[in-house]
């Protein structure tokens, strides 16, 4: 049997629509109903008033018209018998003597309940609250159907979904965050939306506000082709949102029949509520103020493992994919860590910063960021000590652009060598150092670490650490090395995302040449800890992404893990549909075991690891941002 991946396929429709034509319209509706059903779509909504058209004016009242949409209606329920498709669409239903604007629920031939619009129009539609009837049963075509606020419930699937109708999301207390407070994890909107000059921007805004305050999915369908024109133009305008980001939009205008499905990721969102505090509270303050029907459906068709998606991942989730939201987010995070760095130097009164410098990646951003935080502190790059320290496998490369970065910024330059001291201590300790394994390694970090502390201890200095985020992950330091420093500016910064902010600083100094040259070559240099001797042509040897798997899979899995708490065959489900094309299944496979075991086996490290500053929504600081214990057990997730 496949899994459930937590993913379900949802779908906004637009029919073309003739008004006051119900008869037409329900074939419309149907094919749309079939086509998304034929694409294994488990919700549908479609318009406001779809069967009839929202346009209508005084014609609601005739009884001919009210007559044919009962009929279009009938057909419409009769052909939905065939699949496990739930529609949501709009009508209007004759109740107490009143015209009530409402959606119905629809699935195998059923009508499941009646939601009404919460807010009328006054001169045909009654408000809800204005109904005078009690009951919360309405009849229609010989059945008792629930009516009124309610919840429709996939015990199977885990997903409750609600509708709110129109504007009446734009109430400053809406029914679709009173849904989402009581449960709800998507919520439907049947509308009937205007075009007016910026309406679009406006809705767009609105819908994606909503989704992210309920912590919700939402799912727009506007009425479009066909409505009258006499006063107005209806777009058609088809949007889905997830968690305060738009997934998928219609294009606007259309002619004919429009669908726009995505997946919603109904288990993230049950993820982010379970980790929100304040939405639980607010949800015990408010929900108790309605009570709400809760209406089961058949089994809803969801995601499975090995599907197809309509819905895109990007590979690189800590990476913005606009080059202008890319630019601004560099700035910030080298403005978060130039003034976090700032404001601790000042603090303990560090007569200088110490760093140590590689040449790579990590230490390069360190020391820009020390450079900067000197020029907000009004002081002089030379009270930064950068300390280069060569060992067995420093290669001329990493070696050269460290002096560079070092000489260009105007620090104060030290270069000692390790190779003398550690050879000693592997006499000391009786150690053979043909062997070439984590001691030999390990005994190479702890010596830097030791030389930086010692002179940071000799002119009352501050060691500043380099460490990244994804190595604290992965646990890719040495314990009581690399690992240890004073503060470390990277511990927030995610791998993946340090070639970027490197490159926007390298724009940032473009009329220094030699600068923006060396970081440029910084940033083309392999990724190493450079512990191992270079190869015959004096080249890296030693890989990082050949031991612990390539970064950008490393931060893919690590984003969705903390951020969103995916479970692992789900995390290999939208892995493998992310990287189609460049990683197999069974290298995401092992990567993944790899990614797994690592995570949860080096808790021990992160437990005490320096302060530094949060840059984004992950984050590893086990001072509040992921308490675990360093003994759990890994085999739950090495058997999914």
Known sequence: MNKNMGLIRVGAGSPAIKVAGPAANADNIIAIMNKAAGDRCGILVLPRLCITGSTCGDLFFQDA??????????????????????TILGCYLRLDNALVDCAAVIQRGEILGVVPKMFGDNRHFASASD????????????KTVPFGNIIFEDEEAGLDFGIEIDDDMLM??????????????????????????????FRRSQIVSASAKSMCGYVYASSGSGESTSDMIYGGHCLIAEGGRLLMESTRFESENQITYTEIDFSKLNFERLGSHGFHDCSKAYRRDINYKRILLSPLTVVVEGESLFRRYSRSPFIPEDP???????????????????????????????????????????????AQAMKILGRPASDITAVTMPGFGTTDRTYRNALVLMRKLGTTVREISIADSVTQHFRDIGYDESLRDVTYENSQARERTQILMDIA??????????????????????????????????????KTMIPHILGWIKEQNAEDEILAQTIGGVIDTPISPELL???????????????????????????????????????????CKAFSGTYDYETITKWLKVFYRRFISQQFKRNCVPDGPKVGTVGLSPRGDWVMPADADISAFLVE
């Open 172 to 201: 400053p207390v809406s029914p679709g965050a009173m849904l989402a407070l009581a449960g709800a994890d998507i919520v439907f909107n049947p509308a009937s939306g205007i075009e007016l000059v910026r309406g679009a921007d």
């Open 65 to 86: 018209l009210y007559e044919a949409q009962l009929t279009a209606l009938k057909k419409i329920l009769e052909c939905s018998r065939e699949h496990s498709l739930v």
């Open 131 to 142: 109904f005078s009837g009690s009951e919360d049963c309405i009849r229609l075509f010989g």
């Open 457 to 494: 201890n000799m002119n009352g200095g501050f060691v500043v650490g380099t460490g990244d985020l994804s190595e604290g992950a992965l646990g890719w330091c040495t314990f009581n090395g690399d690992h240890i420093s004073m503060y470390n500016v990277n511990c927030g910064v995610p």
């Open 324 to 370: 202008d939201a890319l630019a601004e987010n560099c700035k910030e995070i080298f403005t978060i860590q130039t003034t976090a760095l700032a404001r601790r130097l000042a603090k303990v009164g560090a007569k200088s910063a110490v760093i140590g410098i590689s040449g790579g990646l990590d230490s390069t951003l360190a020391l820009l960021v020390c």
């Open 533 to 575: 001797p270079p190869d015959a042509s004096g080249n890296i040897q030693q890989k990082t992404e050949e031991s612990v798997g390539p970064y950008e899979l490393n931060d893919f899995f690590l984003y969705y893990t903390i951020r969103y708490g995916m479970s692992p065959a789900k995390l290999r489900f939208i892995a």
